[in-house]
């Protein structure tokens, strides 16, 4: 008896991420673009051991067929075998689709943890540094007002054939498009970040950290950076969502993979040519795209009513 | 204001030779010879004279000068010269595409007009949408228009423009046969059928633009006016008496659109940018196709003075909204 009241008048300690995660499930959308990420996900990591059809498999005999939706309702070639289709070499469309989502799905993150690395850490710097500020901020409004996107082609043109030397022709071009993707996209966090770090720095708990003598190191990595985190992983989403659009765009622009390496963006790019004929070769890498960065923004959305202490809890 | 101003224009000076400094250099590394496509036969003291014709004989910084001096010298005295027939710029050396051979302003002058009539009509287009959404959905929060709105402006900035592109040209033009997915450049506006015409095949490049610009400002105009409904001075409007009409499109619409006024002012130029990729879908040769082309052809002078227009424009329209900023808001001042 007497456990049971201890228990009902204390009350339970709970993890604030158990209440971030309770908020976010307020947000329908959030919680939907949540689920289509982890579906897509899954799609493009599981489904080459489930679709085991090689994306890259010329089959002249079963080109140009159509999916099979259109085949059930048309007098058109299609097969089960296929069910999304083929290109005009006969290459399976469902597996290059999985194949070119886990390209897309790679360089979006790589690129996106890139970027929130270099942001976070000029951020940080400028932040907690008072000599660092004026230099580093500076720096950070030039490169704002760069051109990105024509600078971001200048680059994939410059330096893609010196680094295909150097790692292979996938290697290379992965390693530049997720470098030229994070070096152009870091500034919004890193502004975020150094101000946050701004108004976190004259708080109490940062004065008692640094009256018993905490060096600057372990004021950053244990006070300051836990602090920032919400900020960094709304900041997190919209890069991620925005890695994945640019990579297509290049691929789009011609600028990408090569083409014998599909991602979502290049399999569009490569199909926009004959898409009077066969429209669905356009409409299902522009519907993954699509669809992937709406989720990823519908989680931002979530994500930033949930970390935000003012909203959580009402 | 003034002083701020004055201010602001110097320190654009050395941020815009900084930002010339690095496209330059990038270039410089660029490792395209303009000379590779000439026949193997030329003999190899004609090329390097063919290369010093170029202007490629010099060290990286001479070149940089003279391309300076070219881009803010000659080329705007060829400008004026143009303009009221003097002779400011005496026949001096301007800047010459690699590709074209002919000076990099003639070509980007052919190219302006198409991307000002499809770009800048999408963005006016664009804030004309978004200016009422935003209000609507900020005067009935949470109502189901607001719901759509959010929505369609989450779709509008989600879905990249060479899918909405895509997605429209499959659909009116391949099956319904309504718009023609091809701009046509030559086409002159001389009456009504070719007004249509142009209008028509103005109307998917401009839709898929004013689409993805009018999802974001109508954002930002709907939570500044939800910022500002919630003031005090609404309050008191509505204590007076006044009709809920005036208290919205006068008194909280004008203070809303401040801040909203300086994001329109900055998305200018990313609107250039963006549409490169709109431009390549439509095939319509503005700017952004000039740009790819120079990008695939290894034309350095066209790359280098294109690429620095478009950071012009953003630092121009950078400062334009600051100054906005300073001169609507009166509670900011920046002495």
């Given at each position: 008896m007497t456990e049971t009241t201890q228990t009902q008048g204390t009350i339970p300690v709970r993890n604030q991420w158990w209440d971030v995660w309770d908020q976010f499930k307020t947000h329908r959308g959030a919680v939907i673009g949540g689920a289509f990420l982890i579906f897509i996900t899954l799609f493009v990591l599981v489904g080459p051991y489930l679709w085991q059809v090689d994306a890259q498999k010329l089959d002249i005999r079963n080109k140009d067929l159509r999916p099979f939706y259109i085949g059930l309702f048309a007098d058109v070639k299609w097969s089960w075998s296929r069910p999304l289709g083929t290109d005009h070499l006969g290459r399976d469309i469902m597996a290059n689709l999985i194949q070119g989502g886990q390209i897309s799905m790679a360089v979006g993150w790589t690129a996106m943890i890139l970027s929130l690395f270099l942001g976070t850490l000029i951020g940080v710097l400028a932040g907690f540094f008072k000599r660092l500020d004026g230099i580093l901020m500076r720096f950070t409004d030039l490169v704002l007002s760069l051109p990105l996107l024509p600078i971001l082609l200048v680059m994939m043109l410059l330096f893609r054939d010196p680094l295909r030397a150097a790692f292979g022709p996938e290697t290379g071009i992965f390693i530049l498009i997720v470098s030229g993707i994070g070096i152009t996209s870091w500034m919004h966090t890193a502004r975020i970040v150094r101000g946050d770090i701004l108004a976190i720095k004259e708080r109490e708990f940062v004065l008692a950290a640094r009256s018993i003598g905490t060096p600057p190191r372990r004021m950053i990595t244990r006070h300051l950076l836990p602090n920032v985190m919400s900020p960094i992983m709304v900041s997190a989403t919209l890069g991620l969502a925005s890695a994945i659009i640019t990579e297509s765009a290049l691929s789009f622009l011609g600028l990408g993979f090569p083409s014998d390496f599909p991602t979502w963006g290049k399999i569009l790019f490569d199909s926009v040519d004959r898409m009077a004929s066969f429209p669905e070769r356009v409409i299902w890498p522009g519907l993954c795209i699509s669809l992937t960065v709406l989720s990823v923004n519908y989680i931002g959305d979530g994500l930033r009513d949930a970390l935000d202490p003012r909203i959580r809890g009402l | 204001m003034l002083t701020y101003t004055i201010r602001r224009l110097i320190l654009a000076v050395p941020t815009l030779l900084f930002i010339a400094l690095v496209i330059f250099l990038l270039l410089e590394l660029a490792p395209g010879d303009p000379m590779a496509e000439m026949p193997l036969t030329i003999p190899p003291e004609v090329k390097e004279k063919m290369r010093e014709a170029l202007g490629l004989g010099q060290p990286w910084y001479v070149r940089?000068?003279?391309?300076?001096?070219?881009?803010?010298?000659?080329?705007?005295?060829?400008?004026?010269?143009?303009?009221?027939?003097?002779?400011?710029?005496?026949?001096?050396?301007?800047?010459?595409?690699?590709?074209?051979?002919?000076?990099?302003?003639?070509?980007?002058?052919?190219?302006?007009?198409?991307?000002?009539?499809?770009?800048?009509?999408?963005?006016?287009?664009?804030?004309?949408?978004?200016?009422?959404?935003?209000?609507?959905?900020?005067?009935?929060?949470?109502?189901?228009?607001?719901?759509?709105?959010?929505?369609?402006?989450?779709?509008?900035?989600?879905?990249?423009?060479?899918?909405?592109?895509?997605?429209?040209?499959?659909?009116?033009?391949?099956?319904?046969?309504?718009?023609?997915?091809?701009?046509?450049?030559?086409?002159?506006?001389?009456?009504?059928?070719?007004?249509?015409?142009q209008l028509k095949q103005m109307a998917m490049p401009v839709f898929v633009l004013a689409l993805y610009n009018a999802?974001?400002?109508?954002?930002?105009?709907?939570?500044?006016?939800?910022?500002?409904?919630?003031?005090?001075?609404?309050?008191?409007?509505?204590?007076?008496?006044?009709?809920?009409?005036?208290?919205?499109?006068?008194?909280?619409?004008?203070?809303?659109?401040?801040?909203?006024?300086?994001?329109?002012?900055?998305?200018?130029?990313?609107?250039?940018?963006?549409?490169?990729?709109?431009?390549?879908?439509?095939?319509?040769?503005?700017?952004?196709?000039?740009?790819?082309?120079?990008?695939?052809?290894?034309?350095?002078?066209?790359?280098?003075?294109?690429?620095?227009?478009?950071?012009?424009?953003?630092?121009?329209?950078?400062?334009?909204?600051?100054i906005l900023y300073g001169v609507l808001d009166p509670r900011i001042r920046y002495d």
């Open positions: - | 940089f000068y003279l391309w300076l001096y070219q881009f803010f010298v000659v080329e705007p005295q060829y400008w004026i010269d143009g303009l009221f027939g003097t002779n400011f710029a005496d026949g001096a050396q301007r800047i010459i595409s690699f590709q074209s051979r002919s000076p990099v302003f003639n070509t980007i002058a052919e190219r302006i007009p198409q991307t000002l009539w499809v770009v800048g009509m999408s963005y006016v287009v664009g804030v004309l949408i978004a200016l009422p959404i935003g209000i609507i959905s900020a005067v009935r929060q949470y109502s189901w228009f607001d719901n759509f709105g959010t929505f369609v402006s989450m779709v509008g900035f989600s879905v990249p423009t060479f899918f909405t592109g895509v997605l429209l040209i499959v659909i009116f033009s391949v099956n319904l046969g309504w718009f023609p997915s091809i701009y046509d450049t030559t086409l002159k506006v001389d009456d009504w059928p070719s007004f249509v015409k999802a974001q400002i109508s954002r930002f105009m709907r939570a500044s006016m939800l910022d500002n409904l919630g003031q005090d001075y609404v309050r008191t409007a509505r204590a007076k008496g006044m009709t809920e009409k005036v208290v919205v499109l006068k008194h909280v619409l004008r203070n809303s659109l401040i801040p909203v006024v300086t994001v329109i002012a900055l998305g200018v130029p990313q609107v250039f940018g963006g549409a490169i990729i709109t431009e390549q879908v439509f095939k319509v040769n503005g700017l952004g196709q000039l740009l790819i082309i120079a990008i695939h052809g290894n034309d350095v002078p066209m790359v280098l003075t294109l690429t620095f227009i478009f950071a012009v424009l953003i630092v121009v329209f950078n400062l334009i909204a600051d």
